[in-house]
Structure formats: C-alpha cells, structure tokens
C-alpha cells in the first residue's frame, strides 16, 4: 500500500537518540473491506472482510470488522447502501478494462484485490441521500484509508469526504467530464491538510457526462483517530438536473483497505524529547 508521511516526523533531526520504534511509519495492520454483492465478488481465505448484500434501502447494516490477522478493530455500520440485482462488473473485458488498469498504474492492491475490485454495493440515490459508512471502536492510533469505488456503466457518484482531517489525499479519475476516458486513469493529484476530493465536480457543480466506465480511486493518508473514536466516509453524486445532463446518482463502493502504523508520539511528547536532548547536548557541552 501507499507509504504515510507524517508531518511530526519534520521535527525530528537525524541526530536524535529516541527508539527508532516510537517514530515508525511501519504498518501496524491492514483491515480489507469488500462489498459483496455475490459470491463473484468473494476473495478467498480470511483476510478480507466480506460485507453481504444489502437488500432494503435504508435499513441498518451492522458488522464486525476484524484485521488481516483475525483480530477484531471495531463495527462497520451503513444505512444508506443498496444492492439490487446484477449490476455492472468492475472487471476485465469490460469497459476497456483489463487486469492492468482495475486500479491506477503503480498502485498495487492486498492480495484478493483483482476479486474485491468486482463492483458491489452502490446507492442509486446518492443524491437526495449520500452514501455513509462509518466504524467505530477504532483504537487510538495514525491510520490510513484506500478506496475503489467503480461502475462499468458510468453514473459515477465520485465524490469522496472523510470525517478526519489527513496529511494527504492523491486521488485519480476515470471515465468522466473532469478525469480521463473510459479505460484509462487520469494523472493523480494531491491535496495537502484536506478531507475531501471531488474529481467530478458534483459538490457546488455538475456532471452532465455518463462514459462508459467510471470509477475513482482515494488514499487518505495520515489521520489520527481517538481512543475508540470512529471514521466516517461520506460519498456524494450529482443531481437529476445539474447541468442538463445524465443523473450520477450511484455510488458504488468496492472496497477498502483501512490501515493503522505504527506508535507516533504526539506534538507535546515530541517537544518534551526534542527538549530532553537539548538539555543532554547543554550539559555534555558544560562538562
């Protein structure tokens, strides 16, 4: 997965004596999150959390969410997501796609991903009502968030928020008026200090366009998270009528990989070190 650059580690000088652990990026563990529409969708062996079907539209999704070691990280709920029927696969063979371009060239996904990537969940109407998913119970900690969420068909809900505030956000787009064509990723971009990314246009603007093939790929990087504190993704889509065009009312989810690294001090720990070693450095000097 993607590497986390954290802004704490800026104040830190190669000279220091502090435990290298304490100031490790390292993964700490992975949670896999797949949308699973049918047993098409399903990656095998427990790695991955597989989220079943949601029939009825509006009803409480509750489930239990565990780590890539089997060890239990917190509850995933969602009121919003609706599954119905077939629907359009994010697979191979469709939409211009083949097994190199399910994700953005050099991102590289946990084993099972070319499965998860089968479009899963998604809410034909995003608009009147977004699409929530939020976990909660998390352990204190710095985490990171990677996203997919694809159609075949186009109507692409793209827009993406998150409840916590992260040191980065690189994004890429495909198959609609602000990313590239179907079946080809668009240039990635980075927000620094941000929560959302909107590549479509749909907050505060339109999409009139409905290519074959959308889809929006997120890494939401360097967030922090409370002790059983919680994070939610909000996903957004067009209107009926914006822009006098097709409605982007489907926000389709595929999968997520939820991250947590390793122990970071916090700014007042790092100032207490910081100032730890100066006072080493004064008395070293003295003597």
Not at 64 to 74: A, D, F, K, W, Y
Not at 153 to 172: E, K
Not at 240 to 247: I, Q, S
Not at 249 to 265: F, R, T
Request: proline share 4%; glycine share 12%.
């Amino acid at each position: 997965m993607n590497i986390l650059h954290l802004s704490i580690l800026s104040l830190l000088s190669s000279g220091t004596l502090l435990p290298a652990a304490q100031f490790s990026s390292e993964t700490e563990w992975e949670c896999l999150i797949n949308f699973q529409r049918d047993a098409t969708g399903t990656p095998s062996g427990n790695s991955w959390n597989n989220l079943s079907l949601v029939a009825t539209p509006g009803s409480t999704f509750n489930q239990s969410i565990h780590n890539s070691s089997g060890t239990s990280v917190g509850t995933l709920t969602t009121t919003t997501l609706v599954a119905t029927g077939a629907g359009p696969d994010w697979k191979p063979g469709a939409s211009n796609l083949t097994d190199g371009n399910l994700l953005p060239a050099g991102i590289s996904g946990p084993a099972g991903y070319e499965t998860a990537a089968i479009q899963s969940f998604w809410n034909a109407n995003s608009y009147a009502n977004p699409t929530t998913i939020t976990i909660t119970g998390l352990s204190a900690g710095w985490y990171a968030l990677d996203v997919l969420g694809a159609r075949n068909n186009g109507n692409l809900a793209g827009a993406m928020s998150l409840s916590a505030s992260c040191d980065s956000i690189t994004y890429y787009s495909m198959g609609s008026t602000g990313g590239a064509a179907s079946g080809t990723w668009s240039a990635a971009s980075t927000l620094a200090n941000a929560t959302t990314v909107d590549p479509f246009g749909f907050i505060g603007g339109n999409h009139s366009s409905a290519n074959n093939g959308s889809a929006v790929y997120a890494s939401f990087q360097g967030f922090y998270i409370e002790d059983g504190g919680s994070l939610t993704l909000t996903m957004y889509s067009s209107s009926n009528t914006e822009g006098g065009g097709v409605a982007n009312n489907n926000s389709a989810l595929n999968y997520m990989v939820l991250s947590k690294y390793g122990a970071i001090p916090e700014p007042a720990e790092a100032s207490l070190c910081l100032a730890g070693l100066g006072l080493l450095a004064w008395r070293r000097r003295r003597a």
